[in-house]
Nanobody, 124 residues
Framework: QVQLVESGGGLVQAGGSLRVSCAAS????????MGWFRQAPGKEREFVAI????????YYADSVKGRFTISRDNAKNTVYLQMNSLKPEDTAVYYC?????????????????WGQGTQVTVSS
């Protein structure tokens, strides 16, 4: 069982930066690939980024590539999403998720555990 708690969301102006964090409970955190998704009002949850259990592999949605960076610290059971050059269209609730097994990382169904989400609002 893995419990995930996001933090660090907030209000930022367009062009600004924000870092959201996801703290995980449990001793098996390092066994999971960790992903970030986001969901804007009236839209489906969409993939943002994923990092492998070792941190050696990272993939990003085209919409955030070059602006967002995912990282993890297995000693702290925490995964981060550094968001730079934020745009109003990045406004959403951001969720972290843990995947025990490999699969289609774009699909929410691949992930076994989810956090409750943290709101990120980018003003124009």
């Amino acid at each position: 069982q893995v419990q995930l708690v996001e933090s660090g969301g907030g209000l930022v102006q367009a062009g600004g930066s924000l870092r959201v964090s996801c703290a995980a409970s449990g001793r098996t955190f390092s066994s999971y690939a960790m992903g970030w998704f986001r969901q804007a009002p009236g839209k489906e949850r969409e993939f943002v980024a994923i990092i492998s259990w070792s941190g050696g592999s990272r993939y990003y949605a085209d919409s955030v590539k070059g602006r967002f960076t995912i990282s993890r610290d297995n000693a702290k059971n925490t995964v981060y999403l550094q968001m730079n050059s934020l745009k109003p269209e990045d406004t959403a609730v951001y969720y972290c998720a843990a995947a025990r097994y490999s699969g289609n990382y774009y699909s929410p169904s691949t992930y076994n555990y989810w956090g409750q989400g943290t709101q990120v609002t980018v003003s124009s």
